[in-house]
């Protein structure tokens, strides 16, 4: 069974930094498209951040200078370096594997990130 582990979360004052990590087991981790998304009550998920087989990175216009998306095949684990903090980035966070040509999708449990003084 295909298990998504992320870690990581908790709450951080604004202008703050945060590091999310998510360890993948059961799936050939180096093939795959990582992302992370998030999801703050009453919104729909929403992508922040992918990264390819190759290690090419993608981020919402929202994070982008302030998040950093890295993977380590090696050890099938994907972090997200979370950088200026803001409130409205309080959400949680999910951790996404996308097989080649999109045909597996799996996600985590997701990890509760706060901001807030």
């Known amino acids: 069974q295909v298990q998504l582990v992320e870690s990581g979360g908790g709450l951080v004052q604004p202008g703050g930094s945060l590091r999310l990590s998510c360890a993948a087991s059961r799936i050939m981790f180096s093939l795959y498209t990582m992302g992370w998304y998030r999801q703050a009550p009453g919104t729909q998920r929403e992508l922040v951040a992918t990264i390819t087989s190759g290690g090419s990175t993608n981020y919402a216009s929202s994070v982008t200078g302030r998040f950093t998306i890295s993977r380590d095949n090696a050890k099938s684990t994907m972090t997200l370096q979370m950088n200026l903090l803001n409130p409205e980035d309080t959400a949680v966070y999910y951790c996404?594997?996308?097989?080649?040509?999109?045909?597996?999708?799996?996600w985590g449990q997701g990890t509760q990130v706060t901001v807030s003084s």
């Open positions: 996404n594997a996308e097989s080649p040509l999109k045909k597996w999708t799996y």
